[in-house]
């Protein structure tokens, strides 16, 4: 990987490429990836958020050679610090496993009181 580039791993809205694009201005090589130990959350009233849970894994894309410019931009997307946090995890791909950024939702702004309980208590 290039000096000053990172892996990120997008789950949600990220995975669109032309919005990626119009949001970076950038396009990135990118292949299928697994978060394990999270489920991920998509509240039709809300954006989608990850919740920890050891039995499920999230599918996604892992993005490579993300250089930090494209990183601000993201984070700038992503309301960094409020509705979201850019955190580091073990992301699996069919080869490898690498450290890579991913977005967490933060569930108090994102999520209803009563559905937070629900999502966390549900079985699947």
């Known amino acids: 990987m290039?000096?000053?580039s990172h892996y990120v791993f997008v789950y949600g809205t990220l995975t669109d490429l032309r919005l990626l694009?119009?949001?970076t201005g950038k396009e990135f090589e990118?292949?299928?990836?697994e978060l394990p130990g999270y489920k991920k959350?998509?509240?039709p009233y809300s954006y989608p958020l990850l919740l920890p849970d050891p039995r499920h894994k999230v599918k996604g894309i892992l993005l490579k050679n993300v250089d930090t410019e494209a990183i601000q931009r993201l984070d700038h997307y992503e309301d960094?610090?409020?509705l979201y946090r850019r955190c580091k995890?073990?992301?699996?791909t069919n080869s490898t496993e690498v450290e890579a950024?991913?977005?967490f939702g933060e569930p108090q702004?994102?999520?209803r009181a009563s559905d937070l309980q629900k999502f966390l208590n549900e079985k699947e």
Do not use: S
């Open 30 to 33: 990118g292949e299928p990836a």
């Open 21 to 23: 694009k119009t949001i």
């Open 41 to 43: 959350v998509d509240p």
């Open 2 to 4: 290039k000096k000053d």
């Open 101 to 103: 950024f991913v977005y």
């Open 89 to 92: 995890v073990r992301v699996k």
């Open 80 to 82: 960094e610090g409020t």
């Open 109 to 111: 702004k994102l999520l």
